[in-house]
């Protein structure tokens, strides 16, 4: 198993920095071994850290991204419940799909792909609904868009609304503050900003967040996302229950990241975004590419990007792999097929990276083919 | 981080192959990188080995064996229906569980624990009340029970019923035949004897099940497990949809520990497995010590041994950690504080470990204090 070297600048997973993949190469601790409670006890610790929270309640669920914000709202929605979910992408669609799922009555705040959500309207929805979740993206992955939350924020937090945040392409990338914000449960992936391998979903929930799911009426649907049972594994005072085994290499993986975001410091990593993300910006721009999330609000570690009309998108992304290394995101729903998503994340945000991908570009777009038609 | 060294003879995780490990410290590939792909199938193919099966619906779940249990369940349960589960130790208490949640109603079908369903009783069962699915475990982790399921399978197979076997624990270990036996689904951990770390839920889906979740009339209440969603990245015919990020790292390693699994051969393994919880077993009795599951239904790759009356075996399983470097595990439930499970699984199942958990427990309970009074 030799897999070609990638450069990876797509919607995640990321790079990943070798000592993360080292670490997930040591041998294994049992899950409930006491050595490994400080590997846990570092992971929440890093956790908190990087989401600006004293949340004791900070832990990587067992599964991917999109599982952390399955957890989030399993556990907070019983059925009946009101939701409103703000939906200017895929990310916040998904979202008011599971809350469905979960027995929500969902109301959705919608915007145009690539525009944020009007804090005002959200805020107005909440205050008409009195929902018992507010859920909202911070990253919306599938357009690029930077979604203010402050004043959602402040806003909510004087209500019974919890405000469930999607930080799975934030966390990391560009500021995340979960106690500042008032942000109740917020959830991410490993495989974006922090640089670890998929397969963890870092999550945190305020105490009245825990507090809600204590006094639920009716179980949670999952078991296997259910915070009271993984509470008796993950507060290790009265020693851990076993609920299901934890997946130690990965766990290795995260808690070597997030040492590396520490070591760099979460300011300088977010400068770091901020800097080279602009420096993207303004190459593609220069190349005469046309950015598609609203001027103010781009995210510097994901940007969409529309290709020229006469350019056959999936093509050109091909070449890019198999000629140049360097692995994009194809646009998804609204911007399929004419636009790209491009990463600058974590370890693959680095000045090089922006150099190369630009010149492959260049490079690409001199000799792009018209597209052809399918038949 | 420089974890102890354990040898790990508990429930789960098993000792893993450096191969293994070094599989999960490459580069990653972009879940959707046309590269991938064949780690995808390889590990398919793997599991359909593995499984005794033809099912083209074989894969992993991107989550660990629980939620296998819970894809199984939430994909054919629909609210309403009747199930029928055998319940002799944790997790057939567990299946019953998740089936409730998925809100069906559940039948048990009981019996001691350290015994054995009774074929006859859960094929009684099935015919009186008809249910949808109908859920077994076939090595039970919490008493090393063996189940009996060929005659089972044959019966429930005439019917509409679906049957859903547990082989989290039996996978790799004993023989699992889901065709031969007509089981619909499968699910099993990486854990276990495929000494892979956790983190992984390989899953197999008969023809007929497949059908059943692709006529339910009300949605999969988890949008993370949703077999039809999944079947959009994992059918590569029509190109990958993207559903959620695959555990790259994860999956590098489930392929090679597969890959290892059939360098061994199947048949090799599992005869292993049956020679050393043979020598195992005798050399429990002879250190005096009473084996909890039924003669002639014994699990060779999990072993529940009751310690001595006067033995506290909290503090013996300390010490075999720190002093001898050997993990086992406690009872669960009804075992608990007076019984220990011994694991022999997949790259931990061999001569020198047993040999060397013998002697150790030879000189421990030489060596034993009484238990003291916990005030």
Redesign the interface.
């Known amino acids: ?1 030799f ?4 450069i ?1 600048m ?1 919607p ?2 990321s ?2 920095h070798p000592a993360v ?13 006491p ?2 409670t400080p ?1 846990l006890e570092q992971i929440a610790s890093g956790l908190r850290t990087v989401f600006r929270t004293g949340n004791p309640v900070t832990f990587a669920v ?6 952390g914000m ?1 957890a989030a709202l399993v556990n907070l929605v019983e059925p009946g419940d009101d939701v409103v979910v703000g939906v200017n992408g895929v990310f916040g669609g ?1 979202m008011a ?2 809350a ?3 027995g929500a009555t969902v109301h959705t705040v919608e915007a145009d792909w690539g525009r944020i959500i009007d804090p005002a309207a959200f805020i107005d929805a909440v205050e008409r609904h009195r929902p018992r979740v507010a859920g909202l993206v911070h990253a919306e992955t599938s357009t690029g868009v930077h979604q203010p939350v402050a004043e959602i924020g402040t806003a909510v937090a004087d209500t019974d609304t919890l405000l469930v945040l999607d930080t799975v392409t934030s966390l990391a990338g560009v500021d995340v503050r979960v106690d500042d914000w008032g942000v109740d449960v917020a959830y991410s ?1 490993t ?1 974006k900003c922090l640089s670890v ?3 963890l979903a870092p999550i945190t929930f305020s105490e009245r967040a825990v507090q809600r799911v204590r006094e639920r009426t009716t ?6 996302l259910d915070l009271t049972l993984l509470l008796g594994y993950l507060d290790g005072r009265g020693g851990r229950t ?9 766990l ?2 995260l ?2 990241g997030l040492d590396l975001v520490l070591e760099e410091g979460l300011e300088a990593r977010l400068a770091r975004h901020a800097t080279l993300g602009a420096l993207l910006h303004e190459g593609l721009e220069a190349l005469g590419l046309e950015l598609l999330a609203e001027p103010g609000h781009r995210l510097p570690q994901l940007t969409t990007v529309a290709l020229p009309d006469d350019v056959d998108e999936a093509a050109l992304r091909a070449r890019l ?1 198999t000629e140049h290394g360097i ?1 994009v995101g194809a646009g ?1 729903g609204t911007f399929a097929g004419r636009a790209w998503r491009i990463g600058l994340m974590g370890h693959a945000c680095s000045e090089r990276n922006v150099r190369l991908l630009l010149a492959a570009l260049e490079r690409l777009l001199d000799q792009a083919p018209a597209p052809t038609a399918t038949t």
Request: hydrophobic residues 35%; charged residues 20%.
């Open positions: 198993m897999p070609p070297e990638r990876l797509g995640g997973p790079d990943v993949l080292r670490a997930q190469s040591q041998p294994l601790l049992g899950h409930l071994d050595d490994f590997v067992s599964a991917t991204g999109m599982a399955e998904r799909e599971v469905r799922r979960a992936g495989q391998p998929p397969g179980p949670v649907q999952s078991w296997y076993y609920h299901h085994t934890a997946p130690i290499s990965s290795y993986g808690a070597t792999l692995e998804l």
